[in-house]
């Protein structure tokens, strides 16, 4: 079986025309317009295998929509290859694109003033479903989303949890071999969040399904997936599972301590970096591999009432990450 | 003031800065011109004239619905209903401003940009036709046309403004906005003068502001309507203006205190 | 084209019932929007009808064969109007990406665009429309079948062209996502198509024919029916419907083509 995705330096530039300001500058632009280029996705390389559930991670601007955009097929790379499913995904071949969705987050294809439902028979017809498989179909995503009474209501008349959750099925119906999903959980609440993130690692389970999926949820990643790529500027920083990543960015732990007398800070200093402190508390981070040493110092110099040892957690290691970007 | 005055140099950047858009607006209202004078042109064959108009009157009559067009129609009605609909107009009713006044300087902006290059267009038609069109002479032929246009604007503002506002109290209100342009745009003599009409239906139509936007300032300017029963006309279009504002006005009060009361 | 002809005309039953049930739903703007309609259809009948009163020929045509222009116009206008309606959504769709979703969906974007909404209302006022057409057939002495199978195939032909500009507007809206006046001037210059293509002068006449061939969309069929159009005409017209609608669909590709390597 080919992988789900198999994709080799695939690199993307944007032509965007430069504005020259002023009513003279748009005039000679009229004539004489100007580009220029930049590279939003550079030179980028991985596969995902048949069932495999990846985080694909990056800041703003990263390139991680850029890329889900060619995989789904809808631009065209500047160089470089990728097969989904075994197709050239923007040559938009219809065997392709019946066994692949797409979901953006906010974005709905759901006719606003009609019911979902009208929607999903329209996307039935779209994917030339069989009535039987339309029906089973239907029902299973129906009872796994908790859609039931909300079909026969227009769209507009639904809340964003619905709608997001309805715009789901919608996308699912077709039994997709490859799903892009891309900020699912964007502007739900927590409840309806854990909902979702159910709903995706159950599909994921189900049907074997690749999934690839960006997020700035970190709830999202750390709960679905053991493997996490890592954008930055378009160029690909890291692919592997996720604890391995937080393993090379979390080198220390936290040490968290209160004092029953006031404490001198600056031998404080000495242990390890303090990052908080004022008369009877302090944080540090301390390297790993001297924790049980500081720990232990910290103990038998100080007037400690309390002393708490902590991994890194880590959506503070993804915010260093992005933040560094 | 000077706020109401910002505003209108504002909207009038904008309308400059969008020129595919202008440029497309004025080739369409020149080809809807352009057929109705050849429609009369064909109907007057040979003829001296025809309803009444001579070949240089029907021109003129032609040239003044372009100028009327571009000073009467353009409102600012869809996009009313879009602010509206969206709920972007909170923005504008929290701030110390009349939004009738900030849309009036929005649409005098336009109606500015389109009025100037009417005079343009009707400039280069007046020179094809060579002399064919007919240019009253008489100074009060020219200033009861330009008084009847200036208020045949604000009466368009206004009703339209009114039918706008109905988007308070539904999402649709596109529909009865778009029926009541395409209704106006006939019952005022923008593609045919009313003379044409059956006697019974022109008296009734008369009976309404619909004529007042544009066949009766054509007719004004044409000198087909003068002295005392002119200044009588111009009275009653006065009072339809009181009419229209004082309608937009209650409309537009009670459109807002419901909007309110849904909480938007 | 993605092939699969059936399940096309499926998808496409299926947005029309779609379309109306939302029509439907917006049951005062629909009105709003269907009456409107029918006020411009009826005033712009009553108008010819009045002229035809006190004249009894333009441009050489009874009343009856300007009546069959102007039905032609509404049948090929209101078919567009029906049947390719979408395209008047083109930019939005472009804009707030639902053109995405059609890309990625394995049936004809073009299909999806073009004919996305039909106006199931439109459909209903194009019957009576159909109807007073063939009436009005039957009952002008015209050149016999020849003569109708001739403006069976020259309207068709005029469908033809009048796809391919929609689907042109389509592709300018994929390419630039930006002109939204396109369609409108569309709109406005079809406008001269509602009198017959001989009132005008002949510079106008010329352009009507092959700059921008309203003539050959609106005119052509009747003045074929009435005996009126030479072989050689017929054929430029069919020449050009198959021209227009393969540059056009070129362009399209074209369009998606450039959108795929550069949308951000």
């Known amino acids: 079986m080919p992988p789900a995705l198999a994709v080799d330096a695939l690199t993307k530039d944007y032509l965007s025309p430069i504005k020259e300001p002023g009513l003279l500058g748009g005039l000679r632009a009229l004539v004489n317009r100007r580009y220029k280029s930049s590279r939003a996705v550079d030179g980028v390389s991985f596969r995902i295998e048949e069932g495999e559930l990846v985080g694909f991670l990056g800041a703003n601007g990263a390139g991680k929509t850029t890329t889900l955009k060619m995989l789904s097929g809808l631009l065209t790379p500047t160089s470089g290859t990728a097969l989904a499913l075994g197709r050239v995904p923007w040559k938009r071949e219809p065997e392709f694109q019946r066994r692949l969705s797409l979901v953006m987050g906010q974005r709905s294809q759901l006719w606003w003033e009609l019911p979902a439902y009208e929607t999903f028979r329209l996307n039935k017809e779209i994917y030339g479903l069989r009535e039987r498989e339309f029906r089973a179909s239907l029902d299973e995503l129906v009872a796994m989303l908790d859609l039931g009474e909300h079909l026969s209501v227009p769209v507009k008349k639904l809340s964003l949890g619905e709608r997001m959750r309805a715009g789901l099925a919608a996308a699912l119906l077709h039994r997709p071999r490859l799903l892009l999903l891309d900020e699912p959980t964007i502007g739900l609440d927590v409840v309806m969040q854990k909902k979702v993130r159910e709903f995706v690692r159950g599909y994921n389970r189900r049907e074997g399904a690749a999934i690839l999926l960006t997020s700035h949820n970190m709830a999202d990643v750390v709960e679905l997936c053991r493997r996490v790529i890592v954008i930055e500027r378009g160029r690909l920083l890291y692919d592997g599972p996720l604890e391995t990543l937080v393993a090379r960015f979390a080198d220390h732990k936290i040490l968290r301590a209160r004092f029953s007398a006031p404490v001198d800070r600056a031998r404080l200093a000495e242990l390890g970096a303090v990052v908080d402190a004022d008369a009877d508390h302090a944080t540090l981070h301390v390297p790993r591999a001297r924790t049980a040493a500081s720990a232990a110092a910290l103990l038998r110099d100080f007037p400690v009432a309390d002393l708490d040892v902590a991994d890194v957690d880590i959506d503070d290691i993804v915010r260093r990450l992005f933040g560094a970007a | 003031m000077s706020k109401y005055l910002t505003a209108y140099s504002i909207a009038l950047q904008e309308t400059l800065q969008r020129r595919a858009t202008l440029l497309m607006d004025r080739v369409g209202g020149f080809a809807v011109v352009l057929s109705l004078y050849s429609f009369w042109s064909a109907l007057l064959g040979g003829k001296p004239s025809f309803l009444g108009y001579t070949r240089a009157q029907m021109l003129s009559y032609v040239l003044i619905i372009n100028m009327l067009r571009s000073m009467v129609f353009t409102g600012r009605g869809w996009l009313l209903v879009g602010e509206i609909s969206s709920g972007r107009i909170s923005s504008y009713l929290v701030r110390p401003l009349s939004y009738h006044g900030y849309a009036l300087s929005l649409d005098l902006a336009q109606k500015t940009v389109h009025a100037v290059s009417a005079v343009l267009e009707i400039g280069l038609l007046a020179a094809l036709a060579r002399g064919e069109v007919f240019v009253p002479r008489a100074a009060s032929s020219w200033a009861a046309f330009a008084l009847s246009a200036a208020m045949a604007s604000l009466i368009f503002f206004f009703l339209e403004f009114a039918v706008s506002t109905l988007a308070f109290w539904t999402s649709e209100s596109g529909g009865p906005l778009f029926c009541f342009e395409l209704f106006l745009q006939f019952a005022a003599g923008a593609f045919f003068p009313l003379d044409v009409l059956p006697a019974a239906l022109r008296r009734a139509l008369e009976a309404t502001p619909f004529p007042y936007m544009v066949y009766f300032p054509a007719r004004l300017l044409l000198g087909q309507i003068s002295g005392r029963e002119a200044a009588a006309r111009l009275a009653a279009q006065a009072g339809w203006l009181a009419v229209a504002a004082v309608l937009s006005l209650a409309v537009w009060r009670r459109g807002l205190s419901s909007y309110a009361a849904e909480g938007g | ?264």
């Not at chain 3, 509404?74 to 029906?82: G, I, K, R, S, T």
């Open chain 3, 1 to 264: 084209m993605n092939g699969g002809f059936t399940r096309h005309a499926r998808l496409w039953t299926r947005t029309a019932s779609m379309s109306l049930q939302a029509q439907l739903t917006y049951r005062l703007g629909s009105a709003g929007f269907l009456l409107g309609k029918i006020v411009r259809f009826v005033f712009f009948f009553a108008f010819v009808a009045a002229v035809f009163r006190r004249t009894d020929r333009v441009a050489g045509y009874t009343l009856e064969q300007t009546a069959l222009f102007f039905l032609t116009f509404n049948v090929v206008d209101m078919v567009a109007q029906v049947f390719f309606r979408g395209v008047y959504n083109a930019r939005r769709v472009v804009n707030e990406g639902d053109f995405d979703f059609y890309l990625i969906q394995p049936v004809s974007p073009l299909l999806r665009m073009v004919c996305s909404s039909v106006d199931a209302l439109d459909a209903a006022t194009l019957v009576p429309v159909l109807a007073l057409t063939c009436v009005l057939l039957r009952r002008l002495p015209g050149a016999g079948w020849l003569g109708a199978a001739a403006y069976a195939a020259l309207t068709l032909n005029a469908l033809a062209l009048v796809f391919a500009v929609h689907v042109a507007v389509a592709a300018l809206a994929v390419r630039t996502q930006e002109l939204e006046n396109a369609v409108w001037i569309y709109r406005d210059v079809m406008f001269m198509g509602r009198f017959p293509v001989d009132v005008y002068a002949f510079p106008v006449r010329l352009a009507l024919t092959f700059a921008v061939p309203v003539a050959v969309m609106t005119s052509f069929p009747a003045k074929a029916y009435l005996g009126r159009l030479s072989p050689a005409w017929i054929a430029y017209a069919f020449a050009l419907g198959a021209g227009a609608t393969a540059a056009a669909l070129a362009f399209w590709r074209s369009s998606v083509a450039r959108y795929a390597s550069s949308s951000s």
